[in-house]
């Protein structure tokens, strides 16, 4: 497995690695951990672009060493770069050539040495990365302490192919013994695209009971991937639209890790791209793994 980690020396890369120390990760695991200097910033500096660029790069390879230090420490791999030039094309063209399984963000960053803004560089990477991308936040205590234990883990489903590869990350990682897995599927209640009011009762009734039987199939589906692979979870079927389900569910179970695919199930529904999947790792109380 190869980890991208686009860092910074902000707060969120601090709680960044603190949750990569604290997770297993498989065999064999390679990681590097990416800077970029945003040229812009540095361009409009008022002490010069040469002597910024330089003390830029200088404070970015300290901070990356240290960085690399502590995640050599766990027996992994560790690589490390720096480039210059706008952070969310730069992370994308490095995850271009280096090709990781899976990009790590922090929710935010302001630090000297790059900015990592939620919204602008996570929400570009997170559009058109060709990998999975998670963007890692503090605990509920803002602690940046190790993983609360119980670690909880949602997973959202809807029975597409996209949600299957969730399923499948989820199943396929060594958690700890102490993790709860929570399997959601959303019972919608509206057709999108069209009014409730221009459509006949017994039609809405038909949509209602199909949208039933495919949100248990996706739970039922779940339920059968995991048995096979010796997961225990539990399993629970969401009424309402799925950005605001979602939400609200990992609210309320405290949730430290949400995880959803990238694409949704039918031409009718909407694809979670770009609406759903963006929706919850922009505004989600927790960590989110938006699996591709």
Same mark, same amino acid.
């Given at each position: ?32 951990? !990416? ?5 812009? %910033? &540095? @361009?409009?500096? =008022?002490? #010069?672009?040469?002597?910024? /660029? ?50 790590? !963000? ?5 630090? %000297? &040495? @790059?900015?990592? =803004?939620? #919204?602008?560089?996570?929400? /570009? ?168």
């Amino acid at each position: 497995m190869k980890v991208l980690l686009a860092v910074d020396d902000s707060a969120a890369t601090q709680h960044l690695v603190n949750q990569i120390c604290a997770r297993p990760w498989p065999e064999p695991t390679e990681m590097c951990a !990416l800077t970029v200097i945003d040229s812009y %910033a &540095v @361009a409009h500096s =008022l002490t #010069g672009f040469d002597a910024v /660029t330089k003390f830029q790069v200088e404070a970015a390879e300290a901070f990356l060493h240290n960085v690399c230090r502590r995640l050599s420490g766990l027996g992994l791999k560790v690589t490390n770069a720096v480039v210059e030039g706008y952070p969310p094309l730069q992370i994308l063209d490095y995850a271009e050539q280096w090709k990781p399984d899976l990009i790590l !963000l922090g929710s935010h960053g302001h630090g %000297a &040495v @790059a900015r990592f =803004l939620l #919204g602008s560089t996570s929400k /570009t990477v997170i559009r058109q990365a060709q990998c999975s991308v998670e963007i890692i936040r503090p605990s509920e205590d803002g602690k940046a302490g190790a993983s609360p234990v119980p670690f909880r883990v949602l997973v959202a489903t809807d029975g597409s192919e996209s949600s299957a590869q969730a399923l499948e990350s989820v199943a396929s990682m060594p958690w700890p013994a102490h993790t709860d897995v929570t399997v959601m599927s959303v019972l919608e209640t509206t057709i999108p695209l069209a009014d409730p009011g221009y459509l006949p009762a017994n039609l809405m009734d038909a949509v209602f009971e199909e949208n039933k039987r495919l949100a248990q199939q996706a739970l039922d589906d779940a339920k059968t991937l995991f048995d096979a692979r010796h997961v225990t979870g539990s399993f629970k079927m969401v009424e309402g639209t799925p950005k605001t389900a979602i939400l609200e569910t990992a609210k309320n179970l405290h949730a430290d890790l949400i995880v959803v695919g990238s694409h949704g199930r039918r031409g009718l529904q909407r694809v979670l791209l770009g609406s759903v999947s963006e929706t919850v790792a922009l505004h989600a109380p927790c960590s989110v793994l938006i699996v591709r």
